[in-house]
């Protein structure tokens, strides 16, 4: 890698990584030799860009597209300009596709070109005032370039532009400002790239006041009842993302229909793409009720109207919430619709907001190249039948439950970590979502022995991301001893997080469930309590643990004759003995310890005595495995004809009659 593709991809980074100057991965960046250009790929964050998200091209062949003259039918013209650009590619077997913007870096001479979308530049550009005003900080020597619909009409408009200025200046403008859209910075280093990009923001600084007193406003605690409705009210066959976004200045636009109307159409093709060009605004916010009957009603008509469902939603004393396929997608499309805020805000500053006009949004809607850009920034990590879906996890930072989540994750679902240990929760979580997938992980502290706990968690999960599908109710503990050894203090302990906290999972999760069937009778969830080959024989020196997963096999079958008509399905799954789990293995308190010292196995002498006691029990001579359990998991999700049953993993040592 040479120095100067080292220097794009830092400085795409450094305004990458920073939201006042590029949205949801937005933006883009470049930099040319006599012969080639490196350009960014589309769909390719300035975030994260590495050496293999650039796309080198033949700057000849980029010349001729200038030179050709295309159809006038726009989408055939587009196809036909794509075509072209797939041909100046140096090495089409990478796979990548360059950014439509390529031939917008290309025209400008300068080796390193940076285009970005600076929320407080965007509040100026998308002004009533715009070119006038950029004209009074900037002087002439800066190029305005009226709004223009983008990909090859924005191409020839800019290139017509630049000679223009060339003729009058006998060089490249520095700074090219674009009407609703953002700004272009061109020089031959990265470190005047900076320069010019921090003159830019200083100056309009000094004009225009800034947001800088923004300070999180509460999630109430109503939109547990309304979120789970709404979610289904607005999933096809998969699940919807709910997230959430609440502050002092988003709630100076929810306050009243004309407050609303300020942010109500977009500003940028980011919104576009990302929110849309309508959103949802509830005004009536009082209950939760008046939420979900203004909503039902104000849904058909928006849908009938604009031809698709809201992905933005604004609710009076509530906040914002994006709705859309997966975590990352709604969490973008908050980034994006909370900058649309910040730039209307600065806007009406700087003579009152210029929002994009019906004719130039359905040009971008229906533009092929966002459309693509959807789609890249939807399918990182492909799809599946869990994809999205959000779990619960109790007892998930370590043993089976950390397994569980880290395979669950690992199928792009959303998974909420709870856990007593908070120091190892925190650590798996963070270790979960430095892997790219399009889910979340969480961790929230949790004694499910505490009902007030668990009803925590789960309010949690759901203003997190908008309900619930599986509950896993993991949490356990074991302490082995006789009658003569164990004390009623243990044995009360045993019983609330293996009994008790399994019913307070069932409780508070089936709420949750509940709601969501009542807006999608058809939709499946389920609880699944990892019970133990315990739990259907006894076990000697061990009747605390016993009971107590005996009496889960009783709650299961309960439970699920009575969720069965929301079609919740709860089942049990028996795990036989996970000997590499700490709850076997650790050095100190593990069961092999614990076995060995108490004497429940004859003749041992050392741990490895002990587990190959018990191995030898099971027909398939071995251990339970994590992805025994794993597979009986996602069995149990996928049929909907199988509840209230308890299913033995235990290689054949249990064995249903």
């Known amino acids: ?342 730039i209307s805000h600065y806007a009406l500053q700087c003579g009152g907001i210029k929002f994009l006009t019906p004719d130039q949004v359905e040009f971008i809607d229906k533009w092929e190249v966002e459309n693509y850009r959807r789609k890249v920034a939807k399918s990182a990590g492909g799809e599946n039948r869990m994809a999205n879906r959000t779990a619960i996890i109790t007892g998930g930072a370590q043993g089976f439950g950390a397994g569980i989540a880290e395979s669950l994750y690992k199928l792009n679902m959303n998974v909420v970590v709870a856990d007593i240990n908070e120091e190892t929760g925190q650590a798996f979580v963070a270790r979960l979502n430095s892997s790219k997938t399009t889910g979340r992980a969480i961790f929230i502290k949790t004694d499910v022995s505490d009902p007030d706990s668990v009803k925590a968690l789960v309010a949690s999960t759901v203003s997190d991301f908008g309900g619930l599908d599986l509950m896993v109710s993991n949490a356990g503990v074991l302490r082995a001893g006789s009658l003569d050894e164990i004390e009623p203090d243990v044995f009360s302990k045993t019983t609330a997080i293996n009994y008790n906290g399994y019913f307070h999972c069932a409780k508070y999760s089936s709420e949750v469930m509940k709601l969501q069937n009542q807006e999608k009778p058809d939709y499946f969830t389920d609880i699944i309590q990892i019970n133990s080959k315990s739990g259907l024989r006894g076990s000697n020196h061990n009747f605390a643990y016993a009971g107590s997963k005996f009496g889960g096999i009783g709650l299961t079958q309960s439970f699920a004759l009575e969720l069965a008509p929301f079609k919740i399905k709860v089942n049990a799954i028996c795990p036989g003995n996970f000997y590499e789990g700490p709850l076997w293995s650790d050095p100190h308190k593990g069961l092999f310890v614990q076995y060995l010292q108490t004497g429940k196995v004859p003749g041992a002498k050392t741990i490895e005595d002990v587990k190959k006691h018990y191995e030898d029990q099971a027909p398939m001579k071995r251990g339970c495995r994590l992805e025994d359990v794993v597979k009986a998991l996602l069995y149990i999700v996928d049929q909907e004809y199988e509840t209230g049953q308890a299913f033995p993993v235990a290689g054949g040592q249990v064995m249903l009659g």
């Open 1 to 342: 890698m040479n120095r100067e593709i080292k220097d794009l991809i830092e400085i795409s980074r450094f305004y990458g990584t920073d939201k006042d100057f590029v949205i949801a991965g937005g933006g883009n960046s470049s930099f040319k030799d006599e012969e080639t250009i490196w350009v960014k790929a589309s769909g390719q964050p300035l975030a994260t860009l590495t050496e293999d998200g650039l796309v080198a091209l033949s700057r000849e062949k980029l010349h001729e597209i200038s030179g050709k003259t295309y159809s006038e039918d726009p989408v055939e013209r587009e196809d036909q300009v794509k075509t072209d650009l797939y041909k100046s590619i140096l090495d089409p077997s990478q796979n990548r596709r360059p950014s439509v913007e390529t031939s917008l870096h290309e025209i400008i001479r300068y080796k390193f070109v940076v285009h970005l979308h600076p929320t407080l530049v965007n509040g100026v550009l998308c002004s009533r005032n715009a070119k006038n005003m950029t004209l009074q900080l900037f002087g002439d020597r800066v190029l305005f370039v009226p709004y223009t619909d983008p990909g090859y009409t924005l191409f020839k408009k800019l290139e017509a532009e630049i000679i223009e200025y060339r003729k009058k200046f006998g060089e490249d403008p520095k700074i090219i400002f674009l009407e609703n859209h953002g700004v272009f910075a061109g020089a031959e280093t990265t470190e005047e790239i900076r320069n010019i990009y921090g003159e830019i923001i200083s100056t309009i600084e000094k004009r225009v006041p800034q947001v800088s007193d923004i300070e999180p406003l509460p999630y109430i605690p109503i939109m547990n009842k309304v979120l789970p409705a709404i979610r289904m009210m607005l999933s096809d066959d998969k699940p919807k993302v709910i997230r959430y976004r609440h502050n002092t200045l988003i709630a100076k636009y929810y306050s009243a229909q004309f407050e609303f109307h300020k942010i109500s159409l977009p500003l940028i093709p980011d919104i576009i793409v990302y929110c849309k060009a309508r959103y949802l605004y509830i005004e009536h916010s009082s209950t939760a009720e008046k939420i979900l009957d203004s909503f039902r009603s104000q849904l058909p008509r928006f849908q009938n109207e604009y031809g698709f469902l809201p992905k933005i939603l604004i609710i009076k004393d509530m906040g914002i919430f994006a709705i859309d396929d997966n975590y990352v997608a709604a969490e973008s499309a908050l980034d994006v619709f909370e900058d649309l805020i910040k």
